[in-house]
């Protein structure tokens, strides 16, 4: 709408600067008005050793999602869930064991710190990688992909971009069934699971948080591969 674009330009000119927009009909008008919205994305690296000594790097993107409550919103649950990833991920080797175990006990002691956030949570990518092998670990929507150089061209140039991660949404018959069978209400018109009638709609199967619909099968529960 032109009045809207009008918004944006006069936000921009008063000097403010935000990391996204959101879009609201307020007072029963149909016109609209950019108010601010805190960016919900979080990005988190560090250089860590095993148990046996030997060198690796984690990296995890973070997004979070949920505004409904004051201090628990998603860039809240994004940076406290990365926080502890980072602080309690420690694989006693770098064996797909060890990783997978050292995964999983980061993601559970992130998720304990979320325990409290009803309407708010967060999907992750998250790699750890070491010398000639790394390992991908991702919930929900977020993605990882490995890029590698390609001696003919392809869509990305020379390259070929293959992912190492699933989706976690209600379109993977998997995700549909665990939801079926704990009760939750699948929304494909919204692209959501909902965790009663009419209720909020979550977008992603598997995420920290989001506390209402782990009752229903939301999970916190990474797929993993080497």
Not at 7 to 27: F, K, L, R, T
Not at 86 to 109: G, T, Y
Not at 139 to 149: E, L, N, P, Q, R
């Amino acid at each position: 709408h032109s009045s809207a674009l009008e918004d944006i330009v006069q936000y921009h000119e008063e000097g403010h600067n935000y990391d996204a927009m959101a879009w609201v009909v307020h007072g029963g008008q149909k016109e609209t008005k950019p108010v601010p919205k805190e960016c919900q994305d979080r990005f988190f690296e560090v250089q860590f050793r095993t148990g046996d000594g030997e060198k690796g790097f984690f990296f995890a993107v973070l997004d979070g999602h949920g505004a409904l409550v004051p201090g628990k919103q998603g860039h809240h649950a994004a940076q406290i869930a990365g926080q502890a990833l980072v602080a309690n991920f420690k694989p006693a080797s770098s064996s797909e064991e060890d990783v997978n175990n050292a995964f999983r006990a980061a993601i559970d002691a992130a998720e304990e710190q979320l325990k409290e956030f009803d309407y708010a949570g967060s999907t992750m990518a998250a790699i750890c990688a070491f010398e000639g092998k790394f390992f991908a670990a991702n919930m929900g929507d977020s993605m990882s992909h490995f890029v590698v150089k390609s001696r003919k061209p392809t869509t990305f140039g020379r390259a070929v971009v293959k992912p190492v991660s699933e989706k976690h949404k209600i379109t993977v018959p998997k995700e549909c069934v665990r939801i079926f069978k704990k009760g939750g209400i699948l929304d494909h018109e919204r692209g959501g699971v909902l965790y009663e009638k009419d209720g909020h709609c979550r977008a992603a199967t598997r995420c920290f948080g989001d506390m209402k619909w782990k009752a229903v099968g939301v999970v916190a529960e990474p797929f993993i591969q080497e």
